[in-house]
């Protein structure tokens, strides 16, 4: 995996995530990856963690984050189909 992160001309952080097929095979095995400062050090965030995981849908993909969801959880974005809707 590579992590970098730089400041763009518009001022904002920009943080890169570059998965290689290892990590690809990894995630479709059904083990998330976690990034933080502690993990990855040199992570420009100390506060922030980052997972990613696999999901062949966007139901698979809700599923796996529902144990995790609680009343302070700020969903940004699901998937139509996650929702039972058409896309």
Not at 1 to 17: E, K, P, S
Not at 56 to 85: F, H, Y
């Amino acid at each position: 995996m590579m992590i970098a992160h730089a400041t763009i001309d518009n001022g904002r952080q920009l943080i890169v995530l570059g998965l290689e097929r290892g990590n690809i095979e990894r995630l479709e095995e059904g083990k998330p990856i976690q990034i933080n400062a502690v993990t990855h050090p040199g992570f420009p965030l100390a506060n922030v963690e980052i997972m990613i995981f696999f999901g062949e849908t966007p139901r698979d993909l809700l599923n796996q984050v529902k144990p995790m969801i609680t009343d302070e959880t700020k969903v940004v974005s699901v998937p139509d189909e996650a929702k039972g809707k058409p896309s």
